[in-house]
C-alpha cells in the first residue's frame, strides 16, 4: 500500500490540460522533493520532473509541477495523443527511511 | 551517455533466490553522491522502490522487503545486484534498475527492465 495518493486515471480532449495529484504527508511530500516520471506503455518510467518543478533538458514546457504543504500536482497542458501513459509522482519518506512512488495515474486522451 | 541494463533469469521458481546484476556503461558507477536502485513493477500495477547501494556499499531497503533483499555493488566491474531470498508469485514483475542523484532525491536514468517471473 502506497503512503502516496494518485487519482488512478484523468482524461481530456487533445488541446486541453489535466491535473495529476499526488497526496501525502509531513514525513515525505511536507518535507522533501518531489519527482514525477512517465511511463509510456510496454517501456520503463522516464523523468519529467525533478526537485518539485524541474524540468530535465528535452521535456517540454507544457508538462509542469507544483507542490503545497503535502500535496503535489503535475500540469499537463496542450494535451497530445503521445502523451497517453502512466504517471507516477516519488520522493523520500524521513520515517520509513525510503523512497516512495504514488499509486499512479493513466492519462487519456479522449 | 550512462547507460543501465538489467541481466539475470527470467524464471525462478517458488521459494528459492532472485538474483539480478545491473551493468552500468559509459559512466563509473563510483560517482559522487549517485546512489543505485532497484525498483519492480508488478504486471498492471505500479512501481515500488526495493532498495539502494552506494559505491561504498552502504545501503537503504524498503522495509517491508529488507528481511529478504541484499543489494551489493561491485566497483571493480561497474555492476551492482539484487538478490530476494524465499520468492513467490507475489515477487513475479518486471525488474528495473536506475541511477539516483540522491539518496532522498530524484531517478534520473532507468534501464529498460526485465521481467522475472516466479513460478513451478
Known amino acids: 500500500q502506497s503512503v502516496l495518493t494518485q487519482p488512478p486515471s484523468v482524461s481530456a480532449a487533445p488541446g486541453q490540460q489535466v491535473t495529476i495529484s499526488c497526496s501525502g504527508s509531513?514525513?515525505?511530500?511536507?518535507?522533501?522533493?518531489v519527482s514525477w516520471y512517465q511511463q509510456l506503455p510496454g517501456t520503463a518510467p522516464k523523468l519529467l520532473i525533478y526537485?518539485?518543478?524541474k524540468r530535465p533538458s528535452g521535456i517540454p514546457d507544457r508538462f509542469s509541477g507544483s507542490k503545497s504543504g503535502t500535496s503535489a500536482s503535475l500540469g499537463i497542458t496542450g494535451l497530445q495523443t503521445g502523451d497517453e501513459a502512466d504517471y507516477f509522482c516519488?520522493?523520500?519518506?524521513?520515517?520509513?527511511?525510503?523512497?516512495?512512488f504514488g499509486t499512479g495515474t493513466k492519462v487519456t486522451v479522449l | 551517455q550512462l547507460q543501465l541494463q538489467e541481466s539475470g533469469p527470467g524464471l525462478v521458481k517458488p521459494s528459492e533466490t532472485l538474483s539480478l546484476t545491473c551493468t552500468v556503461s559509459?559512466?563509473?558507477?563510483?560517482?559522487?553522491?549517485?546512489?543505485w536502485a532497484w525498483i519492480r513493477q508488478p504486471p498492471g500495477e505500479g512501481v515500488e522502490w526495493i532498495g539502494s547501494?552506494?559505491?561504498?556499499?552502504?545501503?537503504y531497503y524498503k522495509p517491508s522487503l529488507k528481511n529478504r533483499v541484499t543489494i551489493s555493488v561491485d566497483t571493480s566491474r561497474n555492476q551492482f545486484s539484487l538478490k530476494l531470498n524465499s520468492v513467490s508469485a507475489a515477487d513475479t514483475a518486471v525488474y528495473y534498475c536506475?541511477?539516483?542523484?540522491?539518496?532522498?532525491?530524484?531517478?534520473?536514468?532507468w534501464g529498460q527492465g526485465t521481467l522475472v517471473t516466479v513460478s513451478s
Open positions: 536506475a541511477r539516483y542523484r540522491a539518496i532522498w532525491d530524484y531517478s534520473d536514468i
Open positions: 559509459g559512466g563509473s558507477i563510483s560517482s559522487y553522491n549517485h546512489y
Open positions: 547501494v552506494y559505491y561504498n556499499g552502504d545501503t
Open positions: 509531513n514525513s515525505n511530500i511536507g518535507s522533501k522533493y
Open positions: 526537485e518539485d518543478n
Open positions: 516519488g520522493t523520500w519518506d524521513t520515517s520509513l527511511r525510503a523512497f516512495v
